[in-house]
Structure formats: structure tokens, C-alpha cells
């Protein structure tokens, strides 16, 4: 998250308010409601799981892997590749 200089975003009386409460302070001033996005969503890794799990689905389903092979395959445990598979 990148800083911005609040003088150069908020406006002079809106400024001169919050300088009465935290003066020198550094604020973190969350999304409003509604704005903030989905997890995963902006780094593209949402996307990128979902295609790992249909992927997981097909090739057990089409090359009849166990959830063990499959799980040897993808680095993850047999339990996380079940959830996968039922879902």
C-alpha cells in the first residue's frame, strides 16, 4: 500500500479537522462499505486456484488418479484434495 501526503488529498478545512485529533500521526483510513474487493480478486489468485481444482476434478475423473496420486501430483494433502474432489 502505497502513503499519500494528506495535504495533497483531503481538502484545507478537512485537513486543519483531522491535524486537531491526530497531528503527526500516521492513519489508516479504511475502503468505505461495499468498496472492498473479493479475496484474490486483484492479485488474479482466485482465478488461479479455481483452475488448479477443476484441473484436479478432471484428471480424476479422466485418468482415474487417487486422491493420493493426486495429491503427490499437486503438493497438497489427500484431505485438501478430497475437499476439492466434493465440492
Known amino acids: 500500500m502505497k502513503y499519500k501526503n494528506a495535504s ?16 503527526g500521526e500516521l492513519l489508516y483510513i479504511p475502503k468505505a462499505e461495499g468498496g472492498r474487493s473479493a479475496w484474490g480478486a ?12 477443476e484441473e484436479i476434478r478432471y ?4 485418468e482415474e488418479l ?4 493426486l495429491a ?3 503438493g497438497l494433502s489427500e484431505e ?8
Request: glycine letters at 4%.
Open 8 to 23: 495533497e488529498v483531503l481538502p484545507e478545512k478537512l485537513l486543519k479537522e483531522v491535524q486537531n485529533y491526530a497531528s
Open 42 to 53: 486483484g492479485s488474479g489468485a482466485r482465478a488461479y486456484y479455481a483452475a488448479r481444482n
Open 59 to 62: 484428471r480424476h475423473w479422466k
Open 66 to 69: 487417487t486422491a493420493a496420486e
Open 72 to 74: 503427490k501430483a499437486y
Open 80 to 87: 485438501s484434495i478430497r475437499r476439492i474432489l466434493y465440492q
